[in-house]
């Protein structure tokens, strides 16, 4: 980022949030299971990566009006399914795997290696 007037920061913002490692198989995992995202982020943030043709619900922060690992985050999905351990919630920041373990929805850590995408994968073709 350059000096104090901002410039550079929509730059720096791209180059962070762009698509996730999970992008190749949403198609796959898309054609077996129903898959939301719940993110921290802002809705046209969600938006400009053009996932929604493989995601079945989009919930963000900014229109939830709360942050995971609030209670609130997660009423969307435990008001959806009657066994909270049907879902998998997949999320790479520790708290967040905690409060979703904590509702009784299975969760799992995105690990840096991606080694959570072959468990994704494990869990979506049993």
């Known amino acids: 980022m350059s000096g104090g007037d901002g410039t550079g920061y929509e730059a720096c913002l791209e180059a962070a949030y762009g698509p996730g490692a999970a992008v190749p198989r949403l198609p796959i ?36 009006g709360a942050l995971k690992p609030e209670s609130a985050a997660f009423s969307p999905i435990l008001a959806h399914v009657r066994d909270p351990a049907t879902v998998l919630l997949v999320d790479d ?11 009784g929805l299975s969760s799992l850590l995105a690990d840096s290696a991606g080694r959570w995408l072959t468990e994704v994968d494990r869990r979506v073709n049993t």
């Open 29 to 64: 995992w898309a054609a077996s299971v129903p898959i939301w995202l719940l993110t921290n982020h802002r809705t046209e943030w969600t938006e400009r990566l053009g996932l929604g043709r493989w995601l079945s619900r989009i919930l963000v922060s900014d229109a939830l």
């Open 93 to 103: 920041q520790e708290k967040n795997v905690a409060a979703a373990a904590a509702f």
